[in-house]
């Protein structure tokens, strides 16, 4: 006996020695790739030295002497710190996922290879002008500058991630940088998707006056400036369900209401405490690990640039210089059409045009797949663009017999110039300027807010659609793809883009929100991504009568839910304050409490309060039990909370309240009933995820902010390492937005947000402030992995100062690159 416990004690230790030891070598491997920031490198393709110096959040400030030197050394510095998330953006564009992970993606790289983005983005290389020309080549050597060192120096492969997917990184090339802007194009379009469902629930509904509550207009003539239907063809089938779209993390494709968003506002000197003009920033994205922005300052030939930059693209996409700040926000112009194709009953490989039966544009295209044998997909195209599956958002479920899908798109551009448009603004010296050299700005489309020393505006840049007013459906729903009033006529010219310049109230302001109302076909958009943060944004501004960064920066922070203060009063109507007190542990009783907590609630949504919880859960109850039976199957695509249905369905507006009677029963349902029942449906769920304790609960348990890796964040053990979870204020509908799944079982997680966030004050540039939802480096054993991530949690900043003794002083590291 004494025998066998000294054997198992050994083994036992020789078992923990060994796992020691590959923890070690694990740590040992993954460690090598941490990049020194604090060395000298010789390197090709430098024409003079280059000095990056890293500040204490590791932001690299970048010096060279001439303007292509510096991006050179942005190359270099993002490539340090995002070489992973380089890679995996290339390889998304380019359909060429399925090379490492196999079978997981091939969904995925199908449809991208069927948009043909990256050719589009190789062709469109040639339009840019000089300068853009020599900053993408220069960048381009900064990063493969980079990858010779790391294989030189045997440096781990650059990423801990590339042990575990061992893949060769080919060189960077110019049209790269092109093609991950038009990958973000893909990730803030809505549009498409849009058009399908309003198509299948045309379809599904009975009646047809009760699209306009589902997928209602937005009421109003707009607000940027504060003051002093067409039927679809036979065949399509009504009741059939729509193919999932891919679910997974790396999917670039966004699911409905998760495309773009954002918020900006300025405000003239004549609004500001401090007689400077102010702008505040936070673009909205699908949070990861990291985040896909990278702060960096630029001293360029014209002066030093600071803000947000994305790793593959040599510019500041959000951020200011000295004279000038510039901030985006998510247009909502409508710049995709479907199309219905009629084929050729004789010739399946022609299509019906306005000149008659045309041959499709047909290339075949090999995807590779790891651990399986390639596949061969054929890539049509039409006049309109490219021909799409079926199995695009559903597709199938409205194409009838006999025809297939096309898409026209302006980001489908081989003459992109966006590239360009954005080097020049980076280089402005003033509103004006930037607002022309914008013109070049071709997809995504976006608002643009602008402020320098004296001036505040805001202009939609972006290629508009020219569309026939004729057009059978306005854009609104697929429509016949051979007759000409349906089809683009080119573009709108640049002076029709909505455009406010030094408006008399002195603030501008864009929440995703409707800012202009114009007929068709100058609307710009049906369908805009707020109609709710705008009003709360509105009366914060117009509490004050001057501004100042720190009034700006609490707005930022703002999680008042006007859409929490205007609904419940309907809602909970005849519910507040009604019968006996019912016997405590019963249903009634539960309703009774969370009545009472919701009646002394003023709509602020704090990680802390059990409210906000009890108030999401019975919004999105309620909106289930109103459309499960008109829509069937279909209800399930309305993953959030459409508040301004709610509304139209509580106030009776055009007989909306006809939504409350449940058609299967016999008994006739009102509107408090379905509240009633609403409200027990989501104490049930509350019960079963969060306990019956009321009082107790927070509804940061549930809104966690999935700052997740998109590789590694669902792999055991690894995932405490990779992902960045954390509890957080705001909601669907605050100014501090922070939208929910909307999928089970975690239906409010908080998965698309603000990444970035800037706030410049032009009275004091060097007082401006920034920060991101994780840190700089992609690296997670880096001290700089996710730094920032409880900063802004705690809606806190770092400097965002362009003094370079500043920057100097508090170095975490210098690099020097020099010419080999």
Same mark, same amino acid.
């Given at each position: 006996?004494?025998?066998?416990?000294?054997? %198992?004690?050994?083994?036992?230790?020789? %078992?923990?020695?060994?796992?020691?030891?590959?923890?070690?070598?694990?740590?040992?491997?993954?460690?090598?790739?941490?990049?020194?920031?604090?060395?000298?490198?010789?390197?090709?393709?430098?024409?003079?030295?280059?000095?990056?110096?890293?500040?204490?959040?590791?932001?690299?400030?970048?010096?060279?002497?001439?303007?292509?030197?510096?991006?050179?050394?942005?190359?270099?510095?993002?490539?340090?710190?995002?070489?992973?998330?380089?890679?995996?953006?290339?390889?998304?564009?380019?359909?060429?996922?399925? @090379?490492?992970?196999?079978?997981?993606?091939?969904?995925?790289?199908?449809?991208?290879?069927?948009?043909?983005?990256?050719?589009?983005?190789?062709?469109?290389?040639?339009?840019?002008?000089?300068?853009?020309?020599?900053?993408?080549?220069?960048?381009?050597?900064?990063?493969?500058?980079?990858?010779?060192?790391?294989?030189? @120096?045997?440096?781990?492969?650059?990423?801990?991630?590339?042990?575990?997917?061992?893949?060769?990184?080919?060189?960077?090339?110019?049209?790269?940088?092109?093609?991950?802007?038009?990958?973000?194009?893909?990730?803030?379009?809505?549009?498409?998707? @849009?058009?399908?469902?309003?198509?299948?629930?045309?379809?599904?509904?009975?009646?047809?006056?009760?699209?306009?509550?589902?997928?209602?207009?937005?009421?109003?003539?707009?607000?940027?400036?504060?003051?002093?239907?067409?039927?679809?063809?036979?065949?399509?089938?009504?009741?059939?369900?729509?193919?999932?779209?891919?679910?997974?993390?790396?999917?670039?494709?966004?699911?409905?209401?998760?495309? *773009?968003?954002?918020?900006?506002?300025?405000?003239?000197?004549?609004?500001?405490?401090?007689?400077?003009?102010?702008?505040?920033?936070?673009?909205?994205?699908?949070?990861?690990?990291?985040?896909?922005?990278?702060?960096?300052?630029?001293?360029?030939?014209?002066?030093?640039?600071?803000?947000?930059?994305?790793?593959?693209?040599?510019?500041?996409?959000?951020?200011?210089?000295?004279?000038?700040?510039?901030?985006?926000?998510?247009?909502?112009?409508?710049?995709?059409?479907?199309?219905?194709?009629?084929?050729?009953?004789?010739?399946?490989?022609?299509?019906?045009?306005?000149?008659?039966?045309?041959?499709?544009?047909?290339?075949?295209?090999?995807?590779?797949?790891?651990?399986?044998?390639?596949?061969?997909?054929?890539?049509?195209?039409?006049?309109?663009?490219?021909?799409?599956?079926?199995?695009?958002?559903?597709?199938?479920?409205?194409?009838?017999?006999?025809?297939?899908?096309? %898409?026209?798109?302006?980001?489908?551009?081989?003459?992109?110039?966006?590239?360009?448009?954005?080097?020049?603004?980076?280089?402005?010296?003033?509103?004006?300027?930037?607002?022309?050299?914008?013109?070049?700005?071709?997809?995504?489309?976006?608002?643009?807010?602008?402020?320098?020393?004296?001036?505040?505006?805001?202009?939609?840049?972006?290629?508009?659609?020219?569309?026939?007013?004729?057009?059978?459906?306005?854009?609104?729903?697929?429509?016949?793809?051979?007759?000409?009033?349906?089809?683009?006529?080119?573009?709108?010219?640049?002076?029709?883009?909505? @455009?406010?310049?030094?408006?008399?109230?002195?603030?501008?302001?864009?929440?995703?929100?409707?800012?202009?109302?114009?007929?068709?076909?100058?609307?710009?958009?049906?369908?805009?991504?707020?109609?709710?943060?705008?009003?709360?944004?509105?009366?914060?501004?117009?509490?004050?009568?001057?501004?100042?960064?720190?009034?700006?920066?609490?707005?930022?922070?703002?999680?008042?839910?006007?859409?929490?203060?205007?609904?419940?009063?309907?809602?909970?109507?005849?519910?507040?304050?009604?019968?006996?007190?019912?016997?405590?542990?019963?249903?009634?009783?539960?309703?009774?409490?969370? %009545?009472?907590?919701?009646?002394?609630?003023? *709509?602020?949504?704090?990680?802390?309060?059990?409210?906000?919880?009890?108030?999401?859960?019975?919004?999105?109850?309620?909106?289930?039990?109103?459309?499960?039976?008109?829509?069937?199957?279909?209800?399930?695509?309305?993953?959030?909370?459409?508040?301004?249905?709610?509304?139209?369905?509580?106030?009776?507006?055009?007989?909306?309240?006809?939504?409350?009677?449940?058609?299967?029963?016999?008994?006739?349902?009102?509107?408090?009933?379905?509240?009633?029942?609403?409200?027990?449906?989501?104490?049930?769920?509350?019960?079963?995820?969060?306990?019956?304790?009321?009082?107790?609960?927070?509804?940061?348990?549930?809104?966690?902010?999935?700052?997740?890796?998109?590789?590694?964040?669902?792999?055991?053990?690894?995932?405490?390492?990779?992902?960045?979870?954390?509890?957080?204020?705001?909601?669907?509908?605050?100014?501090?937005?922070?939208?929910?799944?909307?999928?089970?079982?975690?239906?409010?997680?908080?998965?698309?947000?603000?990444?970035?966030?800037?706030?410049?004050?032009?009275?004091?540039?060097?007082?401006?402030?920034?920060?991101?939802?994780?840190?700089?480096?992609?690296?997670?054993?880096?001290?700089?992995?996710?730094?920032?991530?409880?900063?802004?949690?705690?809606?806190?900043?770092?400097?965002?100062?362009?003094?370079?003794?500043?920057?100097?002083?508090?170095?975490?590291?210098?690099?020097?690159?020099?010419?080999?």
């Amino acid at each position: 006996m004494r025998l066998l416990f000294r054997w %198992l004690m050994r083994i036992a230790a020789g %078992l923990v020695v060994l796992v020691v030891a590959v923890i070690a070598l694990v740590y040992f491997l993954a460690s090598q790739s941490l990049p020194d920031y604090d060395q000298t490198v010789k390197v090709d393709g430098l024409a003079a030295p280059v000095e990056i110096v890293r500040d204490n959040a590791n932001v690299p400030h970048i010096f060279g002497e001439s303007d292509p030197d510096v991006f050179f050394g942005l190359g270099y510095a993002h490539a340090q710190d995002r070489l992973w998330q380089m890679t995996v953006l290339r390889r998304t564009v380019q359909g060429r996922l399925s @090379e490492i992970f196999g079978q997981r993606t091939v969904t995925v790289d199908k449809l991208l290879r069927r948009l043909d983005l990256y050719r589009l983005a190789l062709q469109s290389v040639e339009v840019q002008d000089d300068y853009t020309k020599a900053a993408l080549r220069a960048y381009a050597d900064g990063v493969n500058a980079r990858l010779a060192e790391i294989n030189d @120096e045997a440096l781990g492969r650059g990423a801990p991630e590339m042990f575990l997917f061992n893949i060769p990184v080919a060189p960077w090339q110019p049209g790269d940088s092109l093609a991950i802007i038009k990958l973000m194009g893909l990730q803030l379009s809505g549009h498409l998707e @849009e058009e399908v469902l309003r198509a299948r629930t045309s379809l599904m509904l009975d009646d047809p006056a009760r699209l306009s509550d589902i997928l209602p207009d937005v009421p109003g003539s707009g607000i940027a400036a504060l003051p002093e239907y067409a039927a679809l063809f036979p065949g399509a089938q009504r009741f059939a369900s729509a193919a999932p779209m891919p679910d997974d993390p790396l999917s670039p494709f966004p699911r409905r209401g998760l495309a *773009g968003a954002s918020n900006a506002w300025t405000a003239a000197p004549s609004r500001s405490a401090s007689g400077g003009t102010l702008l505040a920033n936070d673009p909205h994205l699908g949070f990861t690990a990291p985040a896909i922005w990278y702060l960096a300052r630029l001293e360029l030939a014209n002066g030093g640039v600071i803000g947000a930059s994305i790793p593959g693209v040599p510019a500041i996409m959000a951020g200011r210089s000295d004279r000038l700040g510039w901030g985006l926000t998510s247009s909502y112009l409508d710049d995709q059409d479907l199309y219905i194709e009629k084929l050729n009953p004789e010739n399946p490989e022609e299509y019906l045009t306005p000149d008659g039966y045309k041959k499709f544009d047909s290339r075949p295209s090999i995807i590779d797949i790891k651990d399986a044998p390639p596949i061969t997909l054929t890539l049509r195209w039409t006049e309109n663009g490219p021909v799409l599956p079926g199995t695009f958002y559903g597709l199938e479920t409205i194409t009838p017999p006999g025809h297939v899908v096309s %898409l026209s798109w302006t980001v489908l551009s081989p003459r992109d110039t966006s590239m360009s448009a954005s080097m020049a603004l980076m280089i402005s010296d003033d509103v004006q300027g930037a607002i022309q050299a914008a013109e070049r700005f071709i997809a995504p489309s976006q608002n643009l807010s602008l402020a320098d020393r004296s001036t505040i505006a805001m202009k939609t840049i972006g290629a508009m659609p020219k569309r026939d007013a004729r057009h059978h459906s306005q854009g609104r729903m697929p429509s016949q793809g051979w007759l000409p009033e349906n089809r683009w006529q080119g573009r709108m010219p640049y002076s029709s883009n909505p @455009e406010f310049v030094s408006p008399a109230g002195g603030l501008l302001g864009n929440t995703n929100n409707k800012i202009i109302d114009r007929p068709f076909p100058e609307h710009v958009s049906f369908v805009w991504g707020d109609t709710q943060r705008v009003h709360r944004w509105e009366k914060l501004m117009q509490d004050r009568e001057v501004h100042t960064r720190d009034s700006f920066i609490e707005a930022q922070l703002d999680t008042i839910s006007f859409t929490a203060r205007s609904l419940l009063p309907l809602i909970g109507a005849d519910l507040w304050f009604t019968g006996e007190s019912a016997p405590e542990g019963t249903p009634e009783r539960q309703r009774q409490i969370a %009545l009472a907590l919701l009646a002394e609630w003023n *709509g602020e949504m704090n990680e802390y309060m059990p409210e906000p919880l009890i108030y999401a859960a019975w919004l999105r109850a309620l909106q289930k039990r109103l459309i499960a039976d008109d829509l069937g199957p279909l209800a399930e695509e309305f993953k959030h909370v459409e508040p301004l249905f709610i509304e139209r369905v509580y106030r009776d507006i055009d007989g909306a309240s006809a939504w409350c009677d449940v058609k299967q029963s016999a008994p006739v349902e009102t509107c408090t009933d379905m509240a009633r029942l609403a409200l027990n449906d989501a104490l049930v769920w509350i019960s079963e995820r969060h306990g019956t304790a009321l009082e107790s609960l927070r509804w940061g348990d549930a809104h966690q902010a999935t700052h997740d890796h998109q590789v590694l964040g669902e792999v055991p053990l690894l995932r405490y390492f990779m992902n960045i979870r954390q509890s957080t204020s705001g909601g669907d509908n605050t100014l501090q937005r922070g939208r929910s799944s909307g999928e089970d079982p975690d239906p409010f997680l908080n998965v698309h947000g603000a990444g970035y966030r800037g706030v410049y004050d032009f009275a004091d540039p060097d007082s401006s402030v920034f920060i991101t939802s994780t840190g700089q480096s992609g690296h997670f054993l880096s001290r700089y992995y996710d730094d920032q991530a409880q900063l802004w949690r705690r809606g806190e900043y770092i400097p965002m100062s362009l003094d370079t003794d500043l920057a100097r002083a508090a170095a975490v590291g210098v690099t020097q690159l020099v010419p080999r």
